[in-house]
């Protein structure tokens, strides 16, 4: 199942996208987003999150 940011915590600080093995993140209008049609559940956004808003599902 992919991962998902949670816009309200998210700080943008942009930690997500440089550990993403295949850029399923990018940065839209100040926040990072997650495409789920090419995140492959890996997890290291998660683990490299500073405040916790990527979450699983």
């Not at 990018?26 to 559940?41: L, N």
């Amino acid at each position: 199942m992919a991962y998902s940011i949670n816009s309200d915590v998210c700080v943008s600080c942009g930690s997500c996208a440089e550990q993403c093995p295949v850029e399923a993140i990018a940065e839209t209008d100040g926040k990072y987003v997650i495409d789920a049609d090419v995140c492959v559940s890996c997890g290291s956004c998660a683990e490299q999150c500073p405040v916790e808003a990527i979450e699983e599902g």
